[in-house]
């Protein structure tokens, strides 16, 4: 057994990337190690921004000798055969052994490949690892065609054992791997020889070098808490921060200050946004006033004045950060103050896209559908349109023109600060919202309203305009779109017609159709018919119909509305289109959620599929039943109804619909189930009414007994006529109850 | 390490140190291009002799020109008129980090004070069609320079890599020597009979040419000469390459790139007035590219672009 230690210097990499990095030369290694027919006991990663460490642990001396035998050609066969054996096993004549086989000699060739030594494996690795290394970003350096994060600078490479340490003899591109490397860039002295891995981490921290970024993560965190305590203080948690910073430094020197009592006055994110994307600091927060009073920083150094010079020094640069920070500030209040017109005028100028106009155009489209939306999520239309109007003027902010992140938070604080009502203030913070699967929903009505505009807005101009997701390219970000409104409305229970929403999002886009169907140019038929994906001659039918329409010149007019609900059957048309795409990402939603695609598709079949609250409340009661054994045989019970009632339509063709009578009914079995399903209607009945899924399913769970004795008791396809007839029409009875709760023909199993 | 030198006293003082610590390191001590750039890469120092695979060592000091960061001289660190200081090496030596490390002791950052940090910064150029991987260099948390390794410089791949480093001479020499308000700066030595500041020397002429860059320059010109640089650059790539006049083969590479700087520059002026839209802006950035890839490709026939021969033995 051996050990392996193997360290990549380089000059310094990129903190994010150290993670996935650690990872990889782990995976990569082991992996190489185990192919060839090694086996380790144990294996671990580390970084530190010059170096990328591995430790194996365990390693076999040698792979294990392979015999592999194979059979070839008889010893009577062509010289051509024979040929080509020799050169597939690249053995000479003399070399192959000949064997009976049954009536025929046959050659046979024995391949022996010894057991190679792991320093061999090792060296072939490593040199494979580093060359194909899948870093994000690689570069070239000085005359070599090496890639890397940045120039490598060393290999250390030590296979040790019970008789000693050696170096695995290997060079990559010039760079032959030995068993020293060097400690700080600053605080250590020159480089050093290692003996092993427990060697290398002691001499390394005694060149001040922590290796483990857990360690350092560690030493940051409790050295800032320290700090801030004695303070009176206290850090705001910032894990991602922390795991950067760990990444920045060797040897992390937590060093507190203040902030200036000038800025002491900025919004909270502003100060800890500031701090942390310019310097990588930590906020520190006093409990006595719940202000960002102070700060943290991680030198990588430790110094004569005990820091003293660095902390004055980021001190300066941050007094220059959040001096800027406050000139935006005090610009915006007064642009704020003013109404936002400032603002609001500046959006006409920036576009939005292409082919959707300004954000102006947008944002007046969003406040339209606002208030569409509004009476659905109980909310006031006039303040949902006015905060949608509001919403985004904060864009052209000068806060948020230097800190991206922070749209939506300021309009919020400009919002309050103009003394505009609370819920027009939210709906600003919010309305992006929810920005991913995990991300807070919001639940006031205004910015429910406004976040579900947005989206809705964003969907249908890219789709009207035919940018729709293809495989992994989504540029306008639609899936987040969808699965955001998605979320808004089944999280709020929102009760609603997706696809009139939907419609009402298309309206303002209908005034280019329009203009496009009343233009006399009959040359942008084609160009029209091809943006609604209908034939041209669809759409010269339309433009005839319009064009009789009184109502047209008056605004929107529900022949529009209509002609964009309407079913042109598999002719696609974007509303319909996109509520399809909504299906999909529900679909995907649900899946996570643990409810299976064909229980989805049960339900999405049903009518009113495009009330999504209704949908997944069907779709979570059906799974629910179908997870208990009574559901589970009532589905089979419902198959095999349903497979005899088809089997018999097709061949009598006629449909067995009504009429079941229980005076034809011959056995108790038979009677029984009738009796189970006028129970089953009566209680289902008003359950359906009420929504009740839940009820209304337990209702049907009832018909399983009766269902299946009827089926041991019965057979369906009786000799007369009369009774076959009959019970034909009681199964439909079963198909009819089963299927006005889902359908379950969809369903699997 | 030797022990650090006393400390500077004056902004050219810090210059002077760059310019002998780089000679020292064999560099070709070079001036400034005599033309408007937006940074030191425009120099053709750097953007054409980066390319090839013929060794170039150089350092220089490039006035640089930023139109649209005039602020009337009042801004504390905004200026649309500054200094870099400029070096590139190619090959990139394996110790540039060593030396470049050295250049910050030389004006007097004493590493047992201070903490120095390289930060993920990856360089691109879209006007030059160039891009590169490095850091910018922290000192006590300010950026004191920008470290790249070139990749791809006028679409050209970069073979051998060069490296370059670029200071913001004010900000750094503002740091070393304690000032607040670059216009506050010591220019020449505090002592001398007649002291300088940064601000007697540049104050008005920030005033002057903020009121240029904002409301004074004739855009409808600027358009123009936009227009004129761009054909002209492309004219003058046109020639055929051998000269009825010497009977050399003489490609103008360097003038067709003057063209380029200038419709760089020109677009940076139109950019300052506020007459270029978000949309026509790429537009934009994509002619000069396609200037700069032009020229690069020019230059890479011309005998300092060129592709030394490779040694018997390599």
Known sequence: MADLLIELFSEEIPARMQAKAREDLKSLITNGLVEAGLTYASAGAFSTPRRLVLSVEGLTAESKPVREERKGPRTDAPAAALEGFLRSTGLSKDQLEVRDDKKAQVYFAVIEKPGRAAATIIAEVLEATIRNFPWPKSMRWGNGSLRWVRPLQSILCLLSDEAGAHVVPLSVDGIAAGNTTEGHRFLGAGRFSVQGFDDYVVKLKRASVVLDSAEREAAIWQGAQNLAFAAGMEVVPDNGLLAEVAGLVEWPVPLMGRIGEAFLGLPPEVLQTSMKEHQKFFSVKNPKTGRIEGFVTVANTETADHGETILKGNQKVLSARLSDAKFFWENDLRVAKAGMEEWLDGLKSVTFHNKLGSQADRIARIAALAREIAPLVGADADLAEQAAKLAKADLRSAMVGEFPELQGLMGMYYAREAGLPEAVALAARDHYSPLGPTDTVPTEPVSVAVALADKIDTLTGFWWHNEKPTGSKDPFALRRAALGAMRLIIDNSVRCSLLEIILEGYEPLDLKLRWEIESEERTADKEAAERLGVPESVFQEWRSKLAADKRLKSGPSDFEKRLFSMDFSNVPHPGSNLLAFFHDRLKVFLKDQGIRHDIIDACLAMPGNDDLTLLVKRAEALAAFLKTEDGTNLLQGFKRANNILSQAEAKDGVEYSYGADPKFAETDAERALFTALDAAEAAIQPAMKAEDFAAAMAAMAQLRAPTDAFFNAVQVNAENPIIRRNRLNLLHRIRAICSGVADLTKVDG | ?314
Not at chain 2, 21 to 30: R, S
Not at chain 2, 261 to 272: M, R, V
């Open chain 2, 1 to 314: 390490m030797v022990d650090a030198p006393k400390a500077p006293r004056s902004f050219q003082e810090i210059i002077l140190r760059l310019q002998n610590y780089w000679a020292a390191q064999g560099c070709a001590v070079l001036q400034p291009y005599d033309m408007e750039v937006g940074a030191g890469t425009f120099h053709p120092a750097t953007t054409l002799r980066s390319l090839g695979s013929k060794p170039w060592a150089a350092a220089y000091v490039q006035p640089s020109r930023r139109p649209t960061d005039g602020r009337y001289g009042e801004n504390p660190n905004r200026l649309q008129h500054y200094y870099q200081y400029q070096v590139i090496i190619k090959p990139s030596p394996s110790n540039l980090q060593d030396l470049y490390l050295g250049s910050l002791q030389a004006i007097g950052i004493d590493m047992g004070l201070h903490d120095i940090r390289f930060v993920e910064d990856d360089w691109e150029s879209p006007t030059l069609g160039a891009w590169g991987l490095g850091w910018e260099v922290w000192c006590d948390g300010m950026e004191v320079s920008q470290f790249t390794y070139f990749q791809q410089v006028g679409g050209h791949d970069c073979r051998p890599v060069s490296g370059e480093l670029t200071y913001g001479l004010e900000r750094l020499a503002m740091y070393v020597l304690g000032v607040d308000h670059v216009m506050d700066m010591p220019f020449n030595d505090p002592a001398a009979p007649i002291p300088l500041t940064y601000g007697d020397i540049f104050r008005q002429t920030e005033e002057e040419y903020s009121r240029h860059n904002f409301d004074g320059a004739d855009t409808a010109q600027l358009l123009r000469h936009f227009e004129d640089a761009e054909a002209e650059c492309q004219r003058l790539l046109g020639f055929a390459p051998l000269d009825p006049k010497t009977g050399k083969t003489i490609i103008m590479a360097h003038p067709a790139y003057d063209q380029t700087i200038k419709a760089s520059h020109l677009f940076n002026l139109l950019d300052a007035r506020g007459v270029i839209s978000v949309t026509e802006r790429q537009a934009y950035i994509g002619r000069v590219r396609a200037l700069a890839k032009k020229c690069a490709d020019a230059f890479r026939q011309t005998e300092a672009g060129q592709d030394a021969p490779a040694e018997a033995n390599a």
